[in-house]
Nanobody
Framework: QVHLVESGGGLVQPGGSLRLSCAAS????????MGWYRQAPGKQRELVAG???????NYADSVKGRFAISRDNAKNTLYLQMNTLRPEDTAVYSC????????????????WGQGTQVTVSS
C-alpha cells in the first residue's frame, strides 16, 4: 500500500514563508510526475506547481516567483517552498504523485496525500 504524507503546514503572517514536504512510503516501483494542489473554502481545487521526473517544473500564475517546487528522488519526497505568502494563499494543500506499483504493472496510478492546512493571516 502506498501513502503520501504531507507536513509543514501551519499559520503564518502575510509575507512569511513555509516549506511543505510530502513523503511517499510503501511498496512501489517508480514515481513519475508529482505536484502540489490546493483548495480554498468554496473554491475548486487548483494546481499550484508540478515537477516531472527529470525536474521540469510548472507553476500557477498566482504563485510564480514566490513558490518553488522540488523533489528528492532518492528520498521519494516532494517539497514546496512558499515565500512572500499572501492571505489568498490560505488553503488545504495536497500532494499528488503518479506511481507505478511494480515493473510489471500496466501503468501509473494517481495517489493523493491527506492534505495540510496553510493559513496566512495577521
Amino acid at each position: 500500500q502506498v501513502h503520501l504524507v504531507e507536513s509543514g503546514g501551519g499559520l503564518v503572517q502575510p509575507g512569511g514563508s513555509l516549506r511543505l514536504s510530502c513523503a511517499a512510503s510503501g511498496s512501489f516501483f517508480s514515481i513519475r510526475d508529482m505536484g502540489w494542489y490546493r483548495q480554498a473554502p468554496g473554491k475548486q481545487r487548483e494546481l499550484v506547481a508540478g515537477v516531472s521526473t527529470g525536474g521540469s517544473t510548472n507553476y500557477a500564475d498566482s504563485v510564480k516567483g514566490r513558490f518553488a517546487i522540488s523533489r528528492d528522488n532518492a528520498k521519494n519526497t516532494l517539497y514546496l517552498q512558499m515565500n512572500t505568502l499572501r492571505p489568498e494563499d490560505t488553503a488545504v494543500y495536497s500532494c499528488h504523485a503518479q506511481i507505478k506499483l511494480s515493473d510489471s504493472w500496466p501503468g501509473y496510478g494517481n495517489y493523493w496525500g491527506q492534505g495540510t492546512q496553510v493559513t496566512v493571516s495577521s
